[in-house]
């Protein structure tokens, strides 16, 4: 079975390779998440601390200036949170689920992470978004596995 799921603002559907758009696909989805998107040290500290809820097609997107090794942790979170790790090119490696809000546990990565989408808790799974996902969006640039035409 396959899905597709598009993000429509204000009656109309958002443009690809939006900076507020994180677009995923493998062979059986397609998905647009609208996305706040944090690339400083500060705003991925934040992160979605003391958010008490997000809508089922939004999230997180964090942007790191390299491939390095991630974790998180879920402090001051209040909603659970699925956590979905990718590699430079926007290619998934791992998918967390349902981070349990307020939990001090480390959640790991990997070790070559690039980006990270927070999403509420169980729509990964019900969406099918799992490890060769591939991410589309502008701040992955030329290293795009699924790059912007």
């Not at 706040?36 to 958010?51: I, K, N, P, Q, Y």
């Not at 491939?67 to 090119?89: C, R």
Request: charged share 20%; aromatic share 10%; net charge negative.
């Amino acid at each position: 079975m396959s899905f597709l799921f598009l993000l429509f603002v204000g009656g109309t559907a958002v443009a690809d390779c939006a900076p507020g758009v994180a677009e995923f696909r493998d062979d059986a989805l397609q998905a647009q998440f609208r996305v706040d998107v944090v690339d400083t040290v500060e705003s991925r500290a934040r992160g979605l601390m003391f958010v008490e809820q997000m809508g089922m097609f939004e999230g997180m997107l964090f942007v790191y200036d390299r491939p390095q090794q991630v974790s998180f942790w879920m402090k001051n979170t209040l909603i659970p949170l699925d956590m979905i790790f990718m590699d430079a090119a926007g290619v998934v490696q791992k998918v967390h689920a349902n981070a349990v809000p307020g939990d001090l546990t480390g959640i790991p990565g990997g070790d070559a992470i690039q980006y990270v989408l927070e999403i509420n808790g169980g729509v990964a799974e019900e969406l099918g978004i799992r490890p060769g996902a591939e991410m589309r969006h502008p701040a992955i640039g030329t290293a795009a596995a699924w790059g912007c035409d």
